[in-house]
């Protein structure tokens, strides 16, 4: 049951990200966040459609590659290049004199983690470990069948 709600989840949201209104952008990366995937767009957009089937594009699966080393590759070059992204940003704006602080305070990703760090303890604070497992359960199912699209 989690599998249909996550992988309809992601389908929308990936829909929803592509279309020009802030609106839609918003409620496709909500669809996201629910399992902690806020930076999709981001990454999606800035990295994925520019490195489409390159050795670059993090969300391009190598061949012979396994489904399992692809999540863990995709996962972690994903944040990543977000992260790195939002450096390069942040030092375009303030040069290469930006402070660690700008650094981390001003990028979008340390956002994105207080969000995700927030709706764990919300769930712990309702409703208990029990649910947070749940949740851990969806996050996965949700990052596979986006993954394995």
Wanted: charged share 20%; net charge positive; hydrophobic share 40%.
């Amino acid at each position: 049951m989690i599998g249909m709600f996550t992988g309809m989840s992601c389908t929308a949201g990936h829909e929803l990200i592509h279309k020009r209104s802030f609106a839609n952008k918003f409620i496709g990366t909500v669809s996201f966040t629910k399992y902690f995937y806020s930076h999709f767009l981001d990454e999606h957009v800035q990295g994925h459609h520019r490195l489409m089937g390159t050795t670059e594009d993090s969300a391009t699966s190598r061949k012979n590659e396994s489904i399992w080393m692809f999540i863990l590759r995709e996962f972690y070059s994903g944040h990543r290049n977000s992260w790195n992204r939002e450096t390069k940003r942040i030092r375009t704006i303030y040069g290469k004199d930006a402070s660690y602080l700008q650094l981390i305070v001003q990028n979008k990703m340390t956002f994105y983690f207080l969000i995700h760090l927030s709706i764990l303890v919300i769930i712990y604070e309702t409703l208990g470990l029990a649910s947070v497992k749940y949740q851990f359960a969806y996050t996965f199912w949700g990052i596979f069948f986006l993954d394995l699209a």
